[in-house]
């Protein structure tokens, strides 16, 4: 589970540090195999990508109330397809809002 896990999080960390589109919230050495944080660095936008993912069916993707930005949970349950799909429709977004 611990190497599934590993490879969720690194195909989204991974996607993170190449763009400078989105911003990971979390420095390299304290970031979470479970909860993955990142925004635009534009609250506008923020709201827009979480309005236009629950459309393409990516749920539960709002941050913390009090923090904003997007939190992916890839928790055990989460398949890899998830994750994948969630990185498909970041670039997708991020091309159309660049």
């Given at each position: ?96 809002n660049k």
């Amino acid at each position: 589970m611990k190497k599934k896990n590993e490879e969720k999080a690194s195909i989204l960390y991974d996607y993170l540090d190449q763009t400078t589109f989105y911003k990971c919230a979390a420095e390299k050495d304290s970031r979470s195999m479970m909860n993955v944080t990142f925004r635009t660095g534009n609250e506008e936008l923020d709201a827009k990508f979480v309005e236009e993912a629950k459309k393409a069916g990516i749920v539960s993707i709002k941050g913390h109330r009090k923090v904003g930005g997007m939190r992916a949970s890839i928790y055990n349950a989460m398949p890899k397809e998830g994750v994948v799909a969630l990185v498909n429709f970041m670039k997708k977004f991020e091309k159309g809002n660049k």
